[in-house]
C-alpha cells in the first residue's frame, strides 16, 4: 500500500504542475480581458461623430477607426478563445488523473475498503488521495465553465457596453471564486507531509 501512495504522490506533482500552467493562463486571460474591455470603453465614444472635433470633416475616418478596433476586439477574442481551450486541457488532465488513480487503485490486487481508509504514518489514506483528486478536477472544472461564461458575456457586451457590468466581469476573472486555494494548499500538505517533516 505505501507504494501506491507513492504512486498517488507523483500524481499529485503532475496536478501540481498543472495548477502551476493554470496560474500562468490566469494572468494571460487577465490581462488579454482588460485589452478587449478597453476596447469596449472606446467603441462608445467613438460611434459618437461629435468626440472627433474637426476631424470629423474628413469623409470615412470615424468609420475606419471604428472598424479598425472592432477588428482589434474581434482579434482579441480569439486569443481569449485560445486561452480558454487551454484552461479546458488543464480540466481535462485533472479529470485524467483523477480516473487513472481510481483504476490504480481498483487494479490493486486485494485491496479492501479498511486498506483503502488506513493511514502509514504521515502518509494520507488512499480514500483521501482519491477524494482530493476528484475535489480539485471539480474546483478547477467549476472555475473553468465560470470563465467561458465571462467571456461570452463579453461577447455579447460589445453591443451594450457598460463599464459596471465590465468591472464586475473582469473581477470574477480575478477572484477564481470557485478556486479555494487554501483547502487545495491543504491537501498538498497533507500530501507531501513526509517531505516537510
Known amino acids: 500500500m505505501e507504494s501506491i501512495v507513492k504512486r498517488f504522490q507523483s500524481k499529485f506533482r503532475k496536478v501540481r504542475e498543472e495548477m502551476n500552467q493554470w496560474d500562468e493562463l490566469q494572468s494571460c486571460l487577465i490581462s488579454q480581458f482588460r485589452n478587449a474591455s478597453h476596447i469596449v470603453d472606446r467603441l462608445q465614444v467613438l460611434q459618437n461623430s461629435n468626440n472627433y472635433g474637426v ?24 486569443s481569449i478563445r485560445k486561452t480558454l481551450e487551454e484552461f479546458h486541457c488543464i480540466v481535462l488532465s485533472l479529470d485524467k488523473i483523477h480516473r487513472d488513480s481510481r483504476q490504480l487503485v ?29 475535489f480539485i478536477h471539480e474546483i478547477y472544472n467549476s472555475e473553468y465553465l465560470l470563465k467561458s461564461s465571462v467571456i461570452s458575456a463579453l461577447s455579447e457586451m460589445a453591443l451594450k457596453p457598460s463599464a459596471s457590468d465590465l468591472g464586475a466581469l473582469q473581477q470574477l476573472l480575478v477572484d477564481q471564486p470557485n478556486l479555494n486555494t487554501e ?15
Open 55 to 78: 476631424l470629423k470633416c474628413v469623409i470615412g475616418l470615424g468609420d475606419a477607426i471604428l472598424e479598425k478596433q472592432i477588428e482589434s476586439f474581434r482579434n482579441i477574442l480569439v
Open 106 to 134: 481498483k487494479g490493486s490486487s486485494n485491496m479492501t475498503v479498511k486498506q483503502l481508509h488506513q493511514q502509514v504514518g504521515v502518509k494520507p489514506s488512499l480514500i483521501y488521495c482519491l477524494d482530493s483528486l476528484m
Open 183 to 197: 483547502e487545495v494548499q491543504l491537501v498538498f500538505d497533507k500530501i507531501f507531509a513526509e517531505e516537510l517533516c
